[in-house]
């Protein structure tokens, strides 16, 4: 069991506030009489409503007065209507929507110290003295400046008899801590910007919807998408779509790249394939620093190679439209930080940025991040292009190592022949999917075939799990023969939920023997793990199981243990979140209605409590949180008082599928159906196995794809350690046998017999997972008070974030 249990979580209106140094522990209300505002600036980006959710909702939890500012700093220096005290209700619905529904403009006033002081008497004047940026680097620097020169700007305008002596002794230092809304992700400090997941996600739409039309008619097309400064857009793009070329401006071709180009393309229609994409960002240059455009590109294509070429600009369409569940819950997490990083600040506290830091939120100097920021522009505008890149991170660094090694036309002629059945090193690695489907799985696939041949080994394909194995469906995968495969949802190897033992581990040793296998990557679930421990255990008996085990987590469930994140979570989660999206707008019109919805998940609750988080729901029953009649009744006199008193008119209640074997889907209907009479009316929806359906998220292609390509490395780093002199494989330690996954900020091999002791077996889950810690937050934005709640953040530096490797 969890440890934020219902028992747990039942001190009544208290919040514990952890600074990553030492903790103190503060009463619900503990904040009131200050004040705080929050505002967006700069250009929008899909997820700010989250936030300023979020914040809304914490203050208010906290008993601070917050404040909306609207329009940005123009609406801080013009002040009057455009600073407005918000409510619980007013942060109502508005999670779901695109762009920022407080409004963002540029303004030239604020640069000017006369605007400055405008906005710092406005401010004073509702008693402002914290105040949430969240924007671009140009709008968080201007928050710093503002706070450098409060003081003087307050005895400006005491001097001038603007504000009184009171004013200026009770407002005589103001807090900031900025969160960065960008669709460009171009702000060094964190790994991920609010905003750009639903960029990814416009775009890939578009490419995977322009591929069709494009192979129809055997056309190639040039996508101009957003990235003035930054290329990270492009390049995720190109990685996760398999694009044929991608032109970015940290690292510009070298001379002579449009006939190299041009050869590529050339070789790629002689080898069958119908169609080219080429994805450029829109601040793409050449080596000497002048622009490349797609017009460029398409008029290269359509001269040299006489291609049927068309482009596309794909423009605000990738800042529009609703933020994805990856960009709800960012906002909502780094929202609620934002506020617990201001009440936690002393007046000398440094201005500091909420980032995410793999999957920790953290906090980072301000000006810190500002200025590695202004060092990549820098690098660039001096053609220092390597040292841009490393500047940008080691994240950045490897998805631009990885996408030019898998977008190569064949493996090295001197490590592998294309069809992948004569490789140098003459050793074979093996492949196999267990457990149901799941989206990314494919990606990690084609990843890992293309990788393991760059290195000189053969890849064995074994279709169908263990069925695959032991009745003789077992082939060498070429590198063409994962074209395509990334963008493709479930999988394309087969698979089946089963383990090792279930098939007889003697006859899965004599098939791995007779096959000659010196390495093998399971991509799956549960399943896949328990069958890959059940093989370690068992390499005391069958010699066969003495060779590198790798396990890449693969399940919507996400109820591996030894990982934060599984492959096909991120399209599950937002294929609910969409769901619930069109579920509470069909009761446009109808007055008060509450919906139950059943997600999948096992016994595991992640699902139930992530999407909840990115649906706004008012609750989410969970197995690991146990939940008894009482709790399901206060929760109905809860949402019956919201209702009531705060006009809401939609309810959502989230259930997992095996919640619990008595309060079941159909009993919180009907109980929760038959107390809301006269308040609300009730419906019910099973999800299904739609939420394993669709095609995989830009997370998912882009996790699957870089999973794969580190547990190539690190199988065949254990293949050479462990190779006798006879050329056998004697691989017997630990180390060899190991799950690879996501754990806070980085990426880690674990052997699979550490992880046992953390496993329940019986309801397939991890004995404590770090989701749990959110539901108080789950709780929390939904007007809940007797809740604790552990903060995420802790204090890093710069540094400490771009050396990390977070996928």
Request: aromatic share 6%; charged share 25%.
């Amino acid at each position: 069991m969890g440890e934020h249990s219902r028992e747990h979580l039942s001190r009544k209106d208290s919040i514990w506030i952890q600074t990553g140094r030492e903790g103190q522990e503060l009463d619900a209300g503990s904040a009131t009489g200050k004040s705080l505002g929050v505002f967006t600036s700069g250009g929008d980006s899909q997820g700010m409503n989250s936030a300023v959710r979020a914040v809304v909702r914490m203050g208010s939890f906290l008993g601070c007065k917050v404040y909306y500012i609207k329009e940005g700093y123009q609406g801080m220096v013009d002040g009057g209507d455009h600073i407005i005290e918000a409510s619980w209700a007013s942060s109502s619905g508005i999670m779901q929507k695109g762009g920022t529904v407080i409004g963002s403009a540029r303004c030239a006033d604020f640069r000017q110290r006369e605007g400055r002081l405008k906005a710092a008497k406005n401010l004073i004047d509702k008693n402002i003295t914290n105040l949430v940026v969240i924007g671009g680097d140009g709008s968080l620097t201007g928050a710093n400046l503002f706070r450098q020169e409060w003081n003087s700007l307050l005895d400006e305008l005491k001097a001038t008899d603007r504000i009184t002596d009171e004013q200026r002794k009770s407002c005589s230092s103001i807090n900031i801590v900025g969160m960065v809304g960008s669709i460009d992700n171009d702000f060094c400090g964190t790994d991920m910007t609010i905003g750009t997941d639903s960029a990814l996600h416009r775009i890939i739409e578009s490419v995977d919807s322009i591929s069709t039309t494009a192979s129809s008619h055997q056309r190639a097309f040039v996508l101009e998408v957003m990235g003035r400064h930054c290329g990270y857009l492009a390049l995720v793009a190109a990685l996760a779509t398999e694009a044929d070329w991608v032109l970015i401006p940290e690292c510009p071709p070298d001379k002579g790249w449009e006939k190299t180009l041009c050869k590529k393309l050339s070789a790629e229609r002689e080898m069958g394939l119908r169609l080219n994409i080429v994805i450029i960002a829109e601040g793409a240059i050449d080596i000497e620093g002048n622009p490349i455009t797609a017009n460029m590109v398409k008029d290269l294509i359509t001269n040299e190679l006489k291609y049927d070429t068309r482009v596309t600009v794909l423009g605000h369409v990738q800042r529009g439209g609703k933020p994805t569940a990856f960009d709800r819950i960012l906002g909502a997490r780094m929202g609620a930080e934002a506020v617990l990083a201001l009440m936690d600040a002393k007046p000398d506290t440094p201005a500091c940025v909420v980032s995410l830091d793999g999957n920790q939120t953290v906090r980072v100097p301000l000006m810190e991040c500002v200025e590695r920021t202004k060092s990549v522009q820098e690098a660039m505008n001096k053609k220092n292009f390597q040292e841009a890149v490393r500047l940008r991170g080691k994240s950045f660094q490897n998805n631009l190592a990885t996408y030019l090694r898998l977008s190569k036309l064949r493996p090295p002629k001197v490590m592998c022949d294309p069809t992948g059945q004569v490789c140098s090193s003459g050793k074979k690695l093996a492949v196999m999917n267990i457990g149901a489907p799941a989206c990314g799985a494919n990606a990690a696939v084609r990843s890992f075939v293309r990788f393991a041949l760059t290195k000189g080994y053969t890849v064995l394909g074994i279709h169908d799990s263990f069925d695959g194995l032991l009745y003789g469906d077992v082939k060498p995968i070429g590198w063409t023969d994962v074209h395509g495969w990334t963008c493709q949802g479930g999988s394309l190897l087969g698979t089946k939920k089963c383990t090792a033992a279930r098939y007889g581990l003697d006859k899965v040793a004599e098939k791995l023997k007779e096959h000659d296998i010196s390495g093998l990557l399971i991509i799956g679930g549960f399943e896949a793990y328990h069958s890959a421990l059940q093989m370690a255990e068992a390499r005391s008996k069958y010699d066969a199981f003495c060779i590198p085990m790798v396990v890449i987590p693969c399940t919507i469930s996400n109820n591996v243990p030894g990982t934060d994140f599984s492959l096909g979570a991120d399209t599950a989660l937002n294929e609910i979140a969409d769901i619930c999206d069109r579920i509470k707008q069909s009761a446009t019109g109808t007055k008060r209605r509450v919906f139950i919805v059943e997600v999948m998940g096992g016994y595991c609750g992640y699902l139930a409590t992530m999407a909840g988080l990115a649906g706004g729901a008012d609750a989410a029953y969970i197995y690991e949180d146990p939940f008894n009649i009482t709790n399901l009744r206060d929760d109905v006199v809860h949402l019956k008082n919201k209702i009531i008193q705060l006009g809401v008119q939609r309810g959502l209640i989230l259930r997992n599928e095996n919640a619990n074997a008595n309060y079941t889907t159909d009993f919180i209907h009907q109980m929760f159906s038959e107390e809301g009479k006269g308040s609300f009316t009730c419906r019910k929806n099973v999800l299904g196995h739609m939420q394993q359906g669709g095609v995989p998220s830009p997370f998912d292609r882009n996790y699957g794809t870089k999973m794969a390509s580190k547990a190539v490395d690190y199988m065949i780093t254990k293949v050479e350690e462990n190779t006798t002199e006879d050329g056998k494989i004697k691989s017997c330690t630990k180390d060899s046998a190991v799950l690879l996954g996501m754990c806070r900020r980085q990426l880690l091999f674990t052997p699979l017999e550490d992880l046992r002791g953390i496993t329940d077996f019986d309801k397939r889950i991890q004995h404590d997972q770090w989701w749990l810690r959110l539901r108080p937050l789950l709780r929390i934005l939904a007007k809940h008070s007797e809740v604790a709640y552990q903060t995420e953040g802790v204090p890093l530096g710069v540094d400490e974030v771009e050396d990390e490797d977070n996928a």
